[in-house]
């Protein structure tokens, strides 16, 4: 079963052939549509690219093996719960929260607000970005996927996809492009 097959399958009717066969495929397809966005979930809690990217991969063993998952009626807000509470969960397991959490109460009211609102556009842009690679060409959006979030270099993603190191380097750079500017559209719109 290739993922790119379903890919007008929408998140409802993946879940519900999940539901009937059980096979995690389905559910593969769909969290690989929401790796963007479960990967700036983690980054606004843990605020390191590694551990965010960590959790992803845990966030996704989860949903993988949660029996629980069978009861969802909407997959993108439920997602982004279960990635929200396991960042949660391993920043209560660190041991230096209480001096975080001390230095955070010592910030002034105006930059809290101001921190905040950064924090809100940077989840914006974030969601921004989810919803404008899916606008991408297949091949853009796997490329750029392989290459930014996977940190897969040109000959893994030539030896991983069959297109030629010069495609690759292609679909990257248009792929980039057509995504700032579809981000800057989405933007200038609201």
């Given at each position: 079963?290739?993922?790119?097959?379903?890919?007008?399958?929408?998140?409802?009717?993946?879940?519900?052939?999940?539901?009937?066969?059980?096979?995690?495929?389905?559910?593969?397809?769909?969290?690989?549509?929401?790796?963007?966005?479960?990967?700036?979930?983690?980054?606004?809690?843990?605020?390191?690219?590694?551990?965010?990217?960590?959790?992803?991969?845990?966030?996704?063993?989860?949903?993988?093996?949660?029996?629980?998952?069978?009861?969802?009626?909407?997959?993108?807000?439920?997602?982004?719960?279960?990635?929200?509470?396991?960042?949660?969960?391993?920043?209560?397991?660190?041991?230096?929260?209480?001096?975080?959490i001390?230095?955070?109460?010592?910030?002034?009211?105006?930059?809290?607000?101001?921190?905040?609102?950064?924090?809100?556009?940077?989840?914006?842009?974030?969601?921004?970005?989810?919803?404008?690679?899916?606008?991408?060409?297949?091949?853009?959006?796997?490329?750029?996927?392989?290459?930014?979030?996977?940190?897969?270099?040109?000959?893994?993603?030539?030896?991983?996809?069959?297109?030629?190191?010069q495609?690759?380097?292609?679909?990257?750079?248009?792929?980039?492009?057509?995504?700032?500017?579809?981000?800057?559209?989405?933007?200038?719109?609201?």
């Amino acid at each position: 079963m290739k993922p790119d097959q379903h890919e007008h399958m929408t998140d409802m009717e993946l879940l519900d052939r999940f539901k009937i066969d059980r096979n995690n495929q389905w559910l593969g397809i769909l969290l690989k549509r929401y790796t963007l966005l479960l990967l700036g979930i983690c980054m606004k809690y843990l605020k390191n690219e590694e551990e965010a990217k960590d959790a992803v991969q845990q966030v996704f063993v989860k949903v993988l093996t949660d029996p629980t998952t069978a009861n969802i009626q909407t997959f993108r807000p439920w997602v982004g719960t279960v990635a929200r509470n396991h960042c949660l969960m391993k920043l209560r397991a660190k041991p230096n929260r209480i001096v975080e959490i001390q230095e955070k109460m010592i910030h002034t009211r105006g930059e809290e607000s101001e921190e905040r609102l950064a924090h809100l556009e940077k989840d914006r842009k974030l969601e921004l970005m989810e919803e404008s690679m899916r606008e991408l060409s297949k091949e853009q959006e796997q490329c750029l996927t392989l290459f930014y979030l996977e940190k897969r270099s040109y000959q893994e993603i030539t030896d991983q996809t069959g297109y030629s190191i010069q495609q690759v380097k292609s679909y990257i750079q248009n792929g980039k492009r057509n995504l700032k500017i579809a981000i800057d559209k989405k933007i200038n719109a609201s």
